[in-house]
């Protein structure tokens, strides 16, 4: 599993909150793959390979994958002011799977800063309440990639939001959750990867 994770997430191979609909979000779909020459299967199976060809690639793309649980979640913006709140989330007994927490190998935690659409109806919700709550939970992150780590720009509202820690990002269009699509193929073996690839190519562009 460690090799495929070394190897190898993006909107459709993470439960995101249903919210993420409004925005035009890019996704690698099945259609993007086809069938190679010689490959014969089911019309039902070459569904389900082509499904899961397209997690590969979502899984391939995600920069960070880490275990953790969500200990705790608060609100970085008024959620009743903006439709696109920021939330900051910290899981604590984190293993880092993909890429690189500096931090979290010093403390097992992991800072992470969630955007997430919600059109104006997040007043009413806890912070993260979409989240599995009270178990250890695989997931995938981007880089924090700002001009200063320290701080969370709110540009909406033009001001600092957050000063401190912030390990890692998750925005509208990724991150999140595993689907349990997406935590089966990280379970699979490297022969049944490595067959999904041959047999699976992306899509020809005439």
């Known amino acids: 599993m460690r090799r495929f994770l070394a190897a190898a997430l993006l909107?459709?191979?993470?439960?995101?909150?249903?919210?993420?609909?409004?925005?035009?979000?890019?996704?690698?779909?099945?259609?993007?793959?086809?069938?190679?020459?010689?490959?014969?299967?089911?019309?039902?199976?070459?569904?389900q390979d082509l499904e899961a060809r397209a997690v590969l690639a979502r899984l391939e793309r995600t920069p960070i994958i880490f275990?953790?649980?969500?200990?705790?979640?608060?609100?970085?913006?008024?959620p009743r002011k903006t439709n696109t709140p920021f939330s900051m989330l910290v899981f604590d007994h984190v293993e880092v799977w993909k890429g690189r927490l500096p931090n979290a190998s010093v403390d097992r935690k992991a800072f992470i800063v969630l955007r997430?659409?919600?059109?104006?109806?997040?007043?009413?919700?806890?912070?993260?309440?979409?989240?599995?709550?009270?178990?250890s939970t695989v997931v995938g992150a981007d880089p924090n990639e700002s001009a200063d780590p320290s701080k969370v720009l709110d540009s909406e509202n033009r001001r600092?939001?957050?000063k401190g820690r912030v390990d890692?990002?998750?925005?509208?269009?990724?991150?999140?959750?595993?689907?349990?699509?997406?935590?089966?193929?990280?379970?699979?073996?490297?022969?049944?990867?490595?067959?999904?690839?041959?047999?699976?190519?992306p899509r020809r562009r005439d």
């Open 11 to 47: 909107f459709g191979a993470f439960v995101c909150p249903t919210e993420a609909d409004a925005f035009d979000c890019p996704v690698l779909g099945s259609h993007l793959f086809q069938a190679a020459d010689g490959v014969e299967a089911p019309a039902e199976r070459q569904r």
């Open 116 to 135: 997430e659409w919600c059109d104006g109806s997040c007043g009413d919700r806890p912070a993260a309440h979409w989240w599995p709550r009270g178990k």
């Open 67 to 78: 275990r953790g649980r969500l200990a705790s979640a608060r609100y970085l913006s008024d």
């Open 160 to 162: 600092v939001i957050h």
């Open 168 to 201: 890692a990002v998750m925005g509208m269009c990724g991150g999140g959750p595993l689907t349990p699509a997406a935590l089966e193929l990280l379970n699979a073996s490297d022969e049944e990867v490595a067959r999904l690839k041959r047999e699976y190519p």
